[in-house]
Structures are given as C-alpha cells and as structure tokens.
C-alpha cells in the first residue's frame, strides 16, 4: 500500500507539474467559458440587426416607437407613402432592410404591411410586430379611451393557460436541458480521451525507457497499475475541479454583470414609452430585447448543478477506470510506441460513437436503443447525462444506479483483465504486437 | 547468502529455466554467464519477484524469499532507464523511497552517494539533461541507495565507457569487502576472472558449471605450461624430445621466445625444466591456467572432433 502511494504521488506530481497539465487548466475552461458566453449574447436571442423604416404618411405613431433604443431593430420614420416597388429599387432605401407602412386606415382595420428584403427570423419578425403594435395601442388608448395606458392595459391582459405536465409541474425537463447533459457527457469523454491517452503514453514510456523492470522489483504490477492509473485520475480530478472554479468564478461574473436576472426587479428594464416593467408578464418581457435570454435562463435558473456534478463524478470515474483499462492494457502489450498509437485508434472510434450515442438521446429520449445505450457501459456515462437531463420517470430512477453498477462492475473486469495483459506484457520489448500475444498473456497464470 | 534451488520456468511452450540450482556465499562476488538467451534474466526476475518460477525456491539467509526480503536486494536490470522529467534527486529518492527507505534516510542517502561520485552539483538537474555516462552513475546510485545486503546486476558494464566501469568495479569490490553479496551476470569474461569469486554458467535454459573461479580453472586446465627463454628455438625443440608438444610459439625479439608446451606421457613440470636446463637460458616459466572466456566457449561451442 505504501509503495502504491508512492507511485501515486509520483504520477500526480509529474502530471501536475507538466505544462501542458497547467495549459488546459487555464484555456480549457477559458475556451468553454467563451463558447457560453457566445451562446448567451447571441444563442438565446436575436444576433440579427434590422433596420426598418416607417412610412406614417398620417403621422399616426407621431415618429416615435421605443423610449431606448433597441440592440437588434433600429427604426426609421418617413412621413409619405413609398411604393414597395420604389423601396426595392431605390438607391436612398438600400441601408433599409424592411418598411413598415402604416397608413391612416391602419386604426380601424388593423393592417399593417411589412415589406422585407430577407426573410426575418420568427423571433425579429414577432419583435417588431409586437413594437409596432405596442405603440399603435397607445395611439389608440389616447382616441377612444379615457384610460390611462397602465389602466388599459392592466384590463387587457389576456387570460394566461399554462399548460403543465403534470409530471413535471415546474417544467424541470425540456429539449434544451438535455443538451447540458450531452456537454456533461462529452465533457466525460473528452477527459477519458485525454487521461486515457496519458495512461497510455506513461505505461508505453515506462516501458520503452525500460525503468519498468527496476519498479517491478519494487512493487507488484497490479500495485503499479493501479497506481499509475489512480494518480492519473487523481490528477484529472485536479484539473476537472480547476475547471469547476474557472467556469464558475466566471458565470458568476457574467451573472454579476453581463447577464443578470431578469427575475430581479432592480435589474429590469423598462424601454416602452409609458409602460413600466413591474406590470410586465415573463411572456412579455420576451420580447424585450435582450431581458429575457433562454440560455442565460438555462444555465443560471433549471440546471440542478448539485445532481449534475454528483453523477457527473460517479461516471467520470466508472468511464475513466473503464476506459483507462483498456488504454493500459494497450499500453502495456505493444512493443513500440508507433503500435500504440494504432491499437488505440479503435477505442478513440469507441469513444466517438459514444458521444453519437449521446447526441442520439438528446433526439430520441424514449427510444428504445437509448434504453439500452444506457446501460452499455461503452456509452452510459455519456447517455445517462442526457437522461439526467431529461429527467427519470417516477420509479425509475433505479436505471440510473443500475447502470453505475454495470458500469463498475464493467470496470472490475476490464481492469482484472488488463493488469493480467499488464503483468505478462509490460516486459515484453520490440515486438510488434498481434491478437495471439494478447491471448498468449492473458493464458499465461 | 543467496541459495537458488531447482528453478524451472517455461512461457508457454519455451523452456527458459530447466532445474536449475546453485549457491552464493555471503560476501562473495558471483557470475551468472551464459550467453544471450540462456535464462539469465528470467532467473534474475524470478529472484526479484518480477516472475514467478513454475517449480523450486529461491532463500535468502535460509528463508524463503517473499517481498519483505525485496527492500535488502538492489536490482540493477540489463535494460534499465529513468524517468526523463524528474531531476536526480526526485529520482533517487522515489526509487529508495520504493525500497523502503524514509524520506529522510533516503535524502541522507541520496547526499552520501553524490558526494562520493563527487556529482553533488546534478542534484537539480532533470535526467534528459545528463549524458549517457552521467546517467549511469545515476541508476547505480538508485540501486545501492538503500545499501543492500544483496545487489543483482544484470550486464552492469553493458553501455557503461570505461571510466564508469572501472568505477562501478571498484565500488562492487569494496562492497564485497564490506561484507555484502553481488550477483552479476555478465559476458564480459575478462571482469569475471577480475572480481568474480564464483561461478555459475547456464546454457539452453541449464546450468552447466558452477563453482569458484580459481577451482573451475584448476579443473579446466589441460597440462599446458609456457616458458619465456633466450636461445635457440632449435635448441629448445631437441631438448624436448618426444615427452612434450610445442602447441603455440612467440617470438618477441631476436633470440627471445615464450613456447606453451603441452605435456606427454608421464612429463610434468619438473622434468620439463631439468631437460631445458643447460640448453637454453630461462627466463621464467609458469603453468598456463585457462581464461573463464575459453572455458565459456569450450562449454557453449564445443569443438568438433
């Protein structure tokens, strides 16, 4: 026990002190930390930019649409008439990207045309619709009303009808949480790859450079085995928490102030003329510019991070000793460094169908080969993340420790197998490796 | 000391070690010879615990060895490397550190040996800095670090220039004069007859001889004696007469000769030297013992009739 912490201790230091350790400690999570907050600025609203021009031959909407400016449409106003035709052609309308008319007509039959030069997203054309919109009623409050607008408008609200599962009353699950489970699991596999690759090239070295023999007068190769791939994983469990800390130290700053919550009233912003924000509705808000943002809203409000880590753990660690085996197994049987490399192209193919497997489940959840890529250790770290997303049904939660235990027991075997492949091939040199050397090894006692 | 009794191990269908036994006296220096692909490794590994033997037992001081006698042997294998990265002194601490030793003894340690090869200022210094030769005091300082009782070292001059191997020579001799026991095997046969006290020579997975040096010599020696004379050559030749063979002839000078004479019958040195008397002048002579490179080949290539 004791040389087997000395050898922990040794892998653990040597990858931590490699700069490469240090590099993806920092860049990693500053990498992924880019990606979100490229998704929030532009994933969960509008990216597109719009420039509209009003024509208000009648001078209805009295130039004026938005107190503030707003971060995707900006509008113009012309007092005349402007023929589609002209708008399409004319040079003086070419910074245009659309032309909103509203003629004098627009009060009584509520027609408003919208000439486009491409075709908006939904989410821009819903925005102007509802600008325009918001701001005709107030026109129209000021003709036929003695209202004030807060008045109308508090008398207009339409009866909402919230449609619940009533399994999931609080709307928990949804596609879009799914995918945080699918970056859970590529996550997994993408340190399994990489520490798996470590495993891999420390077991080849060890036995290319020949201190192997002299450790193996030390220790026994199962306690080198289980020591180096302990200290590796040790040590990608360091780097895994550092990537905790950055991520986290950074959505919290992005929270603090690039994104901050639209369920805080201080952080409300209030761009109509007349309205104010507090008698705003979620609904409303969602058109609201850049108020309300479903990723921002993802990340920060429905991900139960403490559920997703836990798990997140348990199979980082099944995956990795399960992997790991069969990287060190592969390490320990070649006879050059050049044959490593070819012998492990399959596992990484495994890996990469592994994550398919898990894009898999994001699509089709119920099917039923998800059913059983979660259990197959090969892809449950990666699947069972998307489950977890998705959410279990009530009694079945059981699926999601039978799997860990499929998985462990998985790796129990694989790892027996591998430090038997490990004990008879380590001091094999300068052979090419074939199918029949690995049998040979796993016959000899 | 060390007493390995009747080891056999096969891999698969290849016999490696076939019953093989021999004994190795406390405070000795003893040569494991034989040539490539005799077994030699396979029973230093199972000596060290790296393998397991089919059959027999290996005993150090009367015990049967476990991996508690592990931290008094120190191993030395034909093939030895060192972790790249890691400077000398993390290196030879890890590995005394494997060996038993606490962190302190085994700085302590670490201190007393760089001292000695006067290399204290490649302390810090990572091992893919140090030159081949740099490096191989290095793995000899991990190997007797934790000062074992019993040091295996397989081909210790494979690799090592000349300076490092008179160095490591002397360092095994003095610790053979301090008392502890060294297993080497070898092919260098001109070390063997230098700082071997015994022998044991395994061939085809055998073992064939084995014994102390001087008395394989003593038993290997096939009645041949040379004299170092100035003279007649011919002169010589009459003298011998029909007791004696010339089987090899020198001539370093003009009338100075050294002839290696095999006897015949019932001749023996003595009656070689009365009938060289008056005949020639002797300068010296002596009894041709032969080298342990000769009794190796002797064994391993038998001469065809």
Known sequence: MRNTWIIILREIKERVASRSFVLFSIFGPLIILGLIYLMFKFGGSESEKWNVLITDKAGILDNKLLAHPDANVSYSFANDYIEHTDFAAGKRYQKFDAIVEINEKVLSNKIAYVFYRNKPSFNLQTKVQYQVERRLEEVMIKQFTTLSVEKFREIKQPLKFNFRNVYDPYDQTSDIRTWVGFFFGTIILVFIALFGMTILRSVTSEKSNRIVEVLLASVKPRQLLVGKMTGIGIAAFIQFILWILVIGVGLYLMRAFLFPSIYDPSAMNVVQLTDSGKIMSVQEKLYEGNTFNAIVDLVYERVNFSVMLTFFLLFFIGGYLFYGSFFAAIGSTVGTENDGQQFVLPILLILSLSAYAGYYTVANPESELAFWLHFIPFTSPVVVMVKLTYGYANGEAYQIWLSLIILLLSAIICLSIASKLYKNGILQFGHRLRLKHIFQWLRIK | ?305
């Open chain 2, 1 to 305: 000391m060390l007493s390995v009794e009747n080891i056999s191990k096969s891999f698969l269908r290849k016999q490696a070690l076939d019953d093989v036994s021999f004994k190795v006296e406390k405070g000795s220096v003893f040569g494991l010879l034989g040539p490539n692909g005799a077994g030699k490794t396979t029973l230093i590994r199972i000596i060290n615990q790296i393998i397991e033997p089919d059959a027999g037992i290996i005993r150090i001081n009367n015990d049967i060895v476990t991996r508690k006698h592990l931290a008094t042997i120190g191993y030395m294998p034909e093939e030895r490397g060192l972790y790249k990265t890691m400077t000398v002194e993390e290196h030879a601490l890890f590995l005394g550190r494997l060996r038993g030793l606490s962190k302190q003894d085994a700085s302590k340690m670490v201190n007393y040996w760089l001292d000695k090869f006067e290399i204290s200022n490649w302390k810090k210094k990572r091992i893919e800095e140090l030159s081949k030769g740099m490096a191989q005091k290095v793995q000899f300082i991990c190997t007797v670090l934790h000062e074992p009782e019993l040091l295996i070292l397989d081909e210790p001059y494979s690799g090592f220039d000349p300076i490092n191997m008179e160095l490591v020579k002397n360092e095994l001799i003095a610790m053979r004069n301090k008392g502890k026991t060294i297993v080497l095997s070898t092919h260098n046969m001109k070390s063997v007859e230098e700082v071997c006290d015994s022998v044991a020579l395994i061939h085809n997975s055998k073992k064939l001889l084995d014994g102390n040096v001087a008395t394989i010599q003593g038993e290997k020696k096939a009645g041949i004696y040379a004299i170092k004379f100035r003279g007649n050559m011919i002169a010589f030749v009459n003298a011998l007469w029909t007791g004696y063979d010339v089987i090899e002839t020198e001539n370093p000078s003009d009338n100075l000769f050294v002839v290696k004479v095999k006897m015949r019958n019932d001749s023996n040195f003595e009656s070689l030297l009365r009938v060289l008397l008056g005949q020639v002048q002797i300068e010296a002579a002596w009894e041709v013992l032969p080298s342990m490179q000769d009794i190796f080949i002797d064994i391993v290539q038998p001469k065809t009739a």
